[in-house]
């Protein structure tokens, strides 16, 4: 639901425990009446920067760096495990790992973006994903996702926040890790989740409300990428061994 702007200017200034954002010297609040402190100034600077944006109206939907720091802060803490185990089951079923067999030239294009990211991860977390053609689901090993599980069980709240969003905008989690740990760009891992639907705009044209809804999509994922590289510090998993 969408309000009318009620101040002049938004503002960061330090707090004990992080950065609050202001609004003509008030501190904002989150939808359940907790600070909106963030835990490093350029993260707190640009959430500052989607307020500034706002016009005559203040629209959440366009704002979607605020809308991570308030699960964040609101909704993490309170349900962590949960949201680890959602993220995890991401890895189950991999978009990475389902398909095509035709047409040949869509199955070539999936094979050369996303091949490369599984074996980037099977190397990195020493782990195997089986790849399926078709949709008909097939359990991955137990020992992957064990290890993959484990590699993100210490991420922090706004990490959480932020991973839960890619995975569910990507339909995976080896494409955010890898954008995570730079093995590929935001851009190039967004166009890589989404080949399918490029590819078929580019055999049968444009459809525009499809187009404008991949255009939020894209917004929202690069954002929660952008999220990611302003935290204090840039998240680095740990290789995870069994035992």
């Known amino acids: 639901m ?27 609040m989150t939808p359940a009446r907790n600070p909106l402190i963030l835990p490093s100034e350029p993260l ?31 909704l993490v803490p309170k349900n962590y495990d949960d949201f680890i185990l959602g993220i995890r089951q991401f890895a189950e079923s991999d978009v990475t790992c389902y398909r095509a067999d035709t047409p ?6 999936e094979a050369e973006l996303w091949d490369p990211l599984l074996e980037w991860a099977e190397r990195r977390f020493d782990i195997h994903f089986h790849r399926i053609v078709g949709i008909i689901h097939k359990q991955q090993p137990e020992t992957t996702l064990n290890r993959i599980g484990a590699a993100i069980s210490d991420f922090n709240n706004f990490e959480v926040a932020a991973l839960s969003q890619m995975t569910m905008i990507s339909g995976s ?10 093995e590929i760009s ?46 204090n510090n840039q998240t680095v998993l740990e290789p995870v061994s069994e035992g």
């Open 2 to 28: 969408k309000r009318k702007r009620f101040y002049k200017e938004a503002s960061v200034e330090k707090a004990k425990l992080g950065f609050a954002l202001k609004l003509d010297e008030r501190q904002v």
């Open 104 to 109: 040949q030239n869509l199955a070539q294009r």
């Open 173 to 182: 989690l080896v494409i955010p890790l890898a954008v995570l740990e730079k």
């Open 186 to 231: 935001p851009e190039e891992a967004f166009d890589a989740a989404h080949i399918d639907q490029i590819w078929q705009t580019e055999q049968w044209g444009e459809d525009e409300i499809a187009t404008r809804a991949l255009m939020v999509r894209r917004r929202d994922f690069l954002a929660a990428a952008r999220f990611f590289n302003l935290l």
């Open 44 to 74: 707190a600077e640009e959430v500052a920067e989607e307020w500034r944006a706002q016009t005559h109206e203040i629209d959440p939907a366009a704002m979607p760096m605020t809308g991570y720091a308030n699960a964040a802060i609101d």
